[in-house]
């Protein structure tokens, strides 16, 4: 179906106004209130340089707190896909009834604020929470352990909120596989987990493409996740932003740890897009 | 091909992990004491009570149920005879 030029300008034209007006133009404004100075006494001053950032590539605390980020995201990433695509998977074989349910249970979270998810994280992983007395019970910890303001207390909470997004991009690769190739397989003689192994999982790949994407810029930029559980000791590149623009007030500092992780996020992302297509290509190109 | 036992057991875990912290707060909610903990010495509502009597909560509420209700720009024509196949997002309200 072709469309003249003055259709397709009439379809696109509205979205490209929005995302130039809404996103493209505040990430200019913020690019460009990274370059300028900036004095306690004297705000935000004209004029504009580098220094910005050379600070933040001289100082080791920011080197830190920019690694700690990728380190969560790359663990959230991870662990959402060995647990997101398996359910996908098993949510396609349900029947009908089960497996509408099912869906919206997975759905579900995604209706209910993030803060009150992770207020509930927050009962869960204190001392006395379930997550510590469960331990206790199994006899491996002695006494309270308590996951709270550990990065290993925001993955889990981060996966929590995350997961989701990967059951559902899974799901819609998943949904565009030919069911007889299973079938196929199974009567030639092949385990279940061979199926998954050899059918499945290379058909889902697309699914656990985007699936890992949406997850991995989301956690890196993930805000409310990690200043709740997290605390004000361990910092992630968004609540060391926040920090930089509330308490601070050096916004153009701020603007600078901002427009880094916007690149490091694009880089991470554009990479492991072309790694993926390239090995996959064949999944790809149908 | 039917989901096997070991399956349902991933599968069942999977969703207790999704659902247990909203189950934790929606129990929370009942406590009857001043500080947050399970309802173990019976249901209560007096933080509902509380919160109805509470005129910043009510005006927020009132600001989200508006926000919520509001139509969003869907970026598509009415020319656009293709479906596409693939479950389609319209509203995307994520804050994370």
Known sequence: ?????????????????????????????????????????????????????????????????????????????????????????????????????????????LLVSVVARTLGWALLLGGNGLVSQGLQALGLTSGPFSLMFTEAGVIIALVHVLCPFMVLAVWASLSRMDPAVERAAQSLGAQPGTIFRRIVLPQAMPGILSGSIIVFSLAASAFATPAIIGGRKLKVAATLAYDEFLNTLNWPLGSAVAILLLFGIVATVVGWNRLVERRYAQVFAS | MKNGPLSLLFHVLFVAFLLAPMVL?????????????????????????????????LRAFGNSVLIAGCPRPLPCSSRCRQRSRLPVIAFWDVKC
């Open chain 1, 1 to 109: 179906m072709t469309h003249s030029r003055a259709e397709i300008a009439a379809l696109i034209g509205p979205t490209t106004l929005l995302f130039l007006g809404v996103v493209a133009a505040p990430l200019a404004m913020t690019f460009l209130l990274s370059l300028s100075g900036w004095s306690s006494l004297e705000g935000i001053k004209p004029g504009f340089s580098l220094h910005n950032y050379i600070e933040i590539f001289s100082d080791s605390y920011f080197g830190e707190v920019f690694l700690r980020t990728l380190r969560i995201s790359l663990w959230v990433t991870l662990i959402c896909v060995l647990i997101g695509a398996p359910e996908a998977y098993i949510l396609r074989r349900m029947r009908d009834p089960w497996r509408s349910i099912c869906i919206l249970i997975v759905i579900g979270p």
């Open chain 2, 25 to 57: 707060v929606c129990l929370v909610a009942f406590t009857p004491h001043g500080f947050l903990s399970l309802p173990t010495d019976g249901f209560s509502l007096r933080w509902f009570r509380r919160l109805s009597a509470y005129p910043e909560f």
